[in-house]
């Protein structure tokens, strides 16, 4: 059963990744040559793909170096392709099967654009006639049209019922002037073939709907005052009522997640049981409790994952806790799946079926630490697999660096779990990059082939990725020990898994750089103040400089954290700014900014509201007198995080060199 290439198909994705092409990847290296670095940054050249309801058609966005992403249908009986939508001056960012015959998509300008700018929505048949838009944009080239709906109108996420000429869209209300905090999010039916929409009624402030098994608007939820409550509307009276409510940050053993339903209605979701992590469990819709059996559980982990169902029928669930993985509830989809990985062995390969009831036709999603996502068609009947395309066509899986889970102890004796890449063709005693996570509050790294860490890996870096204290996914008890612990025990977690590489011999003590995003940022800086002889350099980006900067911003920008988080979530979680103000001085980058001697990268976004620039320009007039290794970046068409493959390339070509120059052969010289 070994995977056979579409012979037509093949050749059609071909023509389209080089229609408008003016910059084709480059061809392939020669082996000593290090794979080129704008194989690791592109934007995929298959972003998505989807069956239709039917599993007739396929549809995917199809991109290329140097031209827009598109979107095209496949007749899967055919072998026959059709461009149905495409762009000059925009990229299609997602899209999404109304019924057989049509589909949604909205915008992005994934090459030049102002992040900033809304993505519109349009709908078309699949054979590319009667495209419509229903949705303004938001930018400057283009006017109001006051026909559309307004350019905050969103595509809803999650699949609908796929069998009219409907579906739900959303539609945020803003609570400032700069569109930067969303206040509430209203739900709306729209046709896409006349534009016409309906407001759902709104039970109170919602921040996230979702549909039931057949498509219909069955939960809303929003947060007020530091507390989430969750409406549900009874099929026997058509009217909402609350289910649930419990705090947004602080959680609590009452608390759950909202994962979907089954064919009977059944509401699945992510609680508590008697232990100290979650689980998957059924929720009793009288009570809005969980009920007592868990149906699913991860010994260690908390339940990360998602259904996976056919038509309105739950035949599995996916799960992540080292590595991704599916649990199937279906004997005959456990067996096409055991058949699948024997065709493909060393890799996740996920299932996902099309909307309508069980068909033998299926999608599956491939990948692994090495190999980049590559998409196939299954027929779980016959066995039968053929090769989509992959996300990353230029990627070579034996030159990258193989990625491993592992566990090391911090000097409290807690248990950090930790991803930890080896370079490329393997070594010891190698030059160390410690990549840490933002959030904080997040499970952060993900087993699988990951741009950054490869591209570290391929220049001859091992890559060590913590899962700090405070990080999700690894029970309740871990996640509330982060909590006020940003510059200290946080902190010491991701230095003591350094010196644990160290003594494992996978680093060069004398040659370990820290770098990191965001949070990670921050944890770059104040690592480099608290252990200045553990990290000889660091590499911040979007990085925050100080924790009271986060509460009170300044005239210069428009934050998007919103007031309730300040109010009811960091104190607690993050610090509070009267009773714990020493603290905060004591871990503030800004304020030992003269602590900070080793060679330094920091990088800002001009549009960013999450970490605004000006955190980076503060610390950098606080760090300078101090210090004259500091390299300093700005990206005036980027927010929190590069967006753009050109800038993505430019940075980590200065990180290539500024790495190489401190810890890679250059240092050694």
């Not at 993985?325 to 062995?345: G, I, N, R």
């Not at 060679?599 to 760090?623: E, I, Q, T, W």
Request: aromatic share 10%; glycine share 10%; hydrophobic share 40%.
């Amino acid at each position: 059963m070994a995977p056979r290439p579409f012979l037509r198909f093949a050749v059609v994705l071909a023509l389209l990744a080089s229609t408008g092409s003016s910059a084709p990847l480059q061809a392939a290296p020669a082996p000593t040559a290090l794979p080129p670095i704008e194989r690791f940054f592109i934007n995929p050249v298959l972003a998505d793909a989807k069956l239709s309801p039917d599993a007739r058609y396929l549809a995917a966005i199809s991109g290329a170096p140097g031209r827009r992403d598109y979107l095209v249908v496949v007749d899967l009986q055919q072998r026959t392709p059709k461009l149905v939508a495409g762009y000059q001056d925009a990229d299609i960012r997602q899209f999404d099967w109304v019924n057989n015959e049509r589909l949604v998509f909205d915008l992005a300008d994934k090459q030049e654009g102002d992040s900033r700018m809304a993505a519109g929505l349009f709908a078309v048949n699949r054979d590319g006639s009667e495209l419509r838009q229903l949705v303004n944009r938001r930018n400057n080239a283009s006017p109001v049209n006051r026909k559309l709906l307004p350019w905050h109108t969103f595509m809803l996420g999650g699949r609908g019922a796929q069998d009219s000429e409907f579906v739900y869209v959303t539609s945020n209300e803003y609570g400032d002037e700069h569109f930067s905090v969303v206040e509430n999010v209203n739900l709306l039916r729209l046709d896409t073939r006349t534009g016409r929409s309906q407001f759902v009624q709104r039970p109170g402030k919602v921040g996230r709907w979702m549909l039931d098994q057949n498509g219909e608007p069955r939960l809303a939820m929003g947060s007020e005052k530091g507390v989430s409550t969750l409406h549900y509307r009874d099929p026997a009276t058509d009217q909402w009522r609350v289910l649930a409510t419990f705090a947004t940050y602080k959680g609590g053993r009452n608390a759950f997640t909202p994962l979907g339903f089954g064919r009977d209605g059944t509401l699945y979701a992510t609680a508590y049981g008697e232990g100290d992590t979650t689980g998957l469990y059924t929720i009793d819709l009288a009570t809005g409790k969980p009920n007592p059996k868990a149906i699913v559980v991860a010994p260690g982990y908390d339940f990360m994952g998602a259904l996976v169902r056919s038509g309105d029928k739950v035949l599995g669930v996916r799960i992540s806790t080292d590595a991704e993985s599916t649990v199937w509830f279906d004997p005959a989809v456990k067996a096409a799946q055991e058949k699948l990985d024997a065709a493909l062995p060393g890799l996740v390969n996920q299932i996902s079926f099309a909307s309508r009831d069980q068909t033998q036709w299926t999608l599956v999603r491939s990948y692994s630490d090495v190999q980049p996502l590559a998409y196939y068609l299954y027929n779980i009947t016959t066995g039968k697999l053929e090769k989509v395309g992959d996300a990353y066509p230029g990627i070579d899986p034996a030159r990258m660096g193989q990625q491993d889970p592992v566990r090391y102890k911090a000097r409290d004796g807690m248990e950090i779990p930790a991803l930890l890449t080896q370079p490329a063709g393997g070594a010891k005693n190698a030059p160390l990059v410690v990549l840490v996570h933002g959030g904080p509050y997040v499970h952060g790294n993900h087993w699988g082939w990951n741009g950054q860490t490869q591209f570290l890996a391929s220049r001859g870096y091992a890559v060590l990725e913590p899962d700090f204290r405070g990080s999700t996914g690894y029970g309740d008890t871990y996640f509330r020990a982060g909590w006020k612990q940003w510059g200290l025990a946080m902190q010491n977690d991701i230095a003591d898994g350094a010196r644990w590489a160290i003594a494992q011999g996978y680093a060069d003590p004398k040659r370990i750089c820290i770098a990191g995003a965001s949070y990670g940022g921050y944890a770059v800086l104040m690592g480099l103040a608290n252990d200045p002889d553990l990290y000889k350099c660091g590499v911040s980006w979007v990085g925050v400089t100080d924790i009271n900067l986060l509460y009170d911003g300044h005239w210069s920008f428009a934050s998007d954290l919103s007031e309730q988080w300040k109010i009811y979530g960091m104190p607690d979680m993050i610090g509070d700014q009267v009773k714990d103000a020493a603290q905060l001085k004591a871990t503030s980058p800004i304020e030992q900014a003269a602590r900070i001697k080793a060679p330094l990268m920091l990088a800002y976004g001009a549009n960013d509201r999450r970490v605004p620039m000006y955190h980076g320009r503060k610390f950098l007039s606080a760090v300078k007198p101090h210090n004259t290794q500091v390299e300093w970046i700005e990206y005036e068409d980027e927010g929190h995080g590069w967006r753009l493959p050109k800038n993505r390339v430019d940075f980590w070509g200065r990180v290539e060199k500024f790495l190489d120059k401190n810890i890679g052969p250059a240092a050694a010289k």
